[in-house]
């Protein structure tokens, strides 16, 4: 069975986006892949995190990945920093990768913004880093948004230099899976942003730790316009909150976008979100629920996350034992 890696960083706030964009989709490849999951918190820390939120956050990442579907059983669900292989190949990478490539990456440019100068080296070469977090397992697909492909270039760039540099031919080159623009959930404040943890206001985005009158009092107060809802899909462009919308309803439902427009055409928006309310609240609220749950027993959350990483470690330590001898370290 092929094998896929995908991370997620434990910064607290797992939303709707990350579940209709992410978790929900490595739901259902369980039973096509072999699945490692894995909270990056090494990636995390390239910007200060308060340490005892990182701890929360890495639990309750870990309890929402669980208690919407993952199964920590039958596939591998652990915490970055437990397995050291991640740090050690990384090093490597940092020997294999150009600075050139790095300057390249567009993310480092966003996050760092006018203030590269005062940026920690390790947001600069964390796209090394995530190359390390894919190749130590051997993945041979890796589940990516839009925003992310550019980094799995990299990684196939530096799995084939390091194959080139050393004459063998050691990693593969992981192909992506690139999830449809339906689970692309933006902003209930601005259908132009991207739903995301860091904006200001709680008001725009669905929380997966939202109860149901919370997430019914949000989906009543998401921008709208002042116009029924439309009745072709080119009506959608020019109305980017009504789109929005339309696909998060479309994603819940696991339907075509278009069938829910002509659902709703011609029907004000009022009467659309208690429809939505809902859906939303059908599909969340049991993930909610089951988070609770989890989260009130951090012992088994750490139970799982450390079984996790001693399986992710069985897979890892010989292939970097295998880097090791190919580059020409003297081990013990």
């Known amino acids: 069975m092929q094998r896929i890696f995908s991370g997620v960083q434990p910064t607290g706030n797992l939303h709707l986006g990350n579940y209709l964009g992410a978790i929900r989709n490595w739901v259902r490849l369980q039973g096509e892949y072999e699945c490692i999951f894995c909270m990056v918190d090494l990636h995390a820390i390239t910007v200060w995190q308060d340490p005892k939120e990182l701890i929360r956050n890495t639990r309750e990442v870990a309890a929402g990945m669980i208690a919407a579907g993952v199964d920590a059983e039958k596939h591998i669900v652990f915490n970055q920093s437990m397995v050291p292989a991640h740090a050690q ?44 977090d894919i190749l130590t397992y051997k993945a041979t697909h890796v589940p990516v948004g839009e925003d992310q492909k550019q980094h799995l270039e990299l990684a196939r760039d530096t799995a084939q230099k390091f194959n080139s540099d050393y004459g063998v031919d050691f990693f593969p080159l992981p192909e992506p899976l690139i999830f449809g623009a339906a689970t692309r959930v933006m902003s209930l404040r601005d259908g132009t942003k991207k739903m995301s943890k860091s904006d200001e206001s709680d008001y725009s985005r669905i929380n997966m730790t939202d109860d149901a009158d919370t997430i019914a009092l949000k989906v009543r107060k998401a921008k709208t316009d002042l116009h029924p809802m439309p009745d072709t899909m080119g009506a959608l462009d020019e109305r980017p909150e009504a789109s929005n919308l339309i696909g998060i309803y479309a994603a819940l439902a696991d339907r075509d976008k278009q069938d829910v427009l002509h659902q709703f055409a011609g029907r004000q928006f009022s009467e659309f979100k208690a429809e939505l309310v809902d859906l939303a609240v059908s599909v969340l609220a049991p993930i909610n629920d089951e988070m609770k749950r989890l989260t009130a027993d951090t012992s088994h959350i750490d139970a799982v996350l450390r079984r996790g990483a001693e399986r992710a470690d069985a897979i890892a330590a010989p292939i970097l034992r295998d880097v090791y001898d190919i580059v020409g370290f003297l081990r013990p």
Do not use: D
């Open 89 to 132: 190949l990384a090093w490597v990478f940092n020997c294999v990768a150009r600075i050139g490539w790095l300057n390249r990456m567009t993310q480092f440019k966003e996050k760092a913004g006018k203030h590269k100068e005062n940026a920690s080296v390790g947001l600069f070469a964390y796209p090394n880093l995530m190359s390390a």
